[in-house]
């Protein structure tokens, strides 16, 4: 599986942006995508996940009311709306799929294939 991310830039605080993770090769229903971030000399942290039929999603607390996830299985395609942006969520955001045994729980690490990674800045 090939992950490639998409739809970061430079933005103002209080924008918005739309990422988008368009993925090629073998998917599976069970696949879970996420999205996780890593700030500069931050660890990487979860942002986001969603299962295939999208019938679940979680969400870091930070993001919650702001970003939302949801995907197009038709278009093999996972997206990252994010609304009311804040300088900390200044990152490089990377998607990612998780497939069965899920483990302790069914969004939390670790995934399986990672994307390159697409950055967002958000300034003050």
């Known amino acids: 599986v090939q992950l490639q991310a998409s739809g970061g830039g430079l933005v103002q605080a209080g924008d918005s942006l739309r990422l988008s993770c368009a993925t090629s090769g073998r998917t599976f229903s069970t696949d879970v995508m996420g999205w996780f971030r890593q700030a500069p000399g931050k660890e990487r942290e979860f942002v986001a996940a969603?299962?295939?039929?999208?019938?679940?999603?979680y969400y870091l607390d930070s993001v919650k009311g702001r970003f939302t996830i949801s995907r197009d299985n038709a278009k093999n395609t996972v997206y990252l709306q994010m609304n009311s942006l804040k300088p900390e969520d200044t990152a490089v955001y990377y998607c990612a799929v998780k497939r069965p045994p899920y483990g302790y729980s069914w969004y939390g690490g670790p995934y399986d294939y990672w994307g390159q990674g697409t950055l967002v800045t958000v300034s003050s």
């Open positions: 969603i299962t295939w039929s999208s019938s679940l999603t």
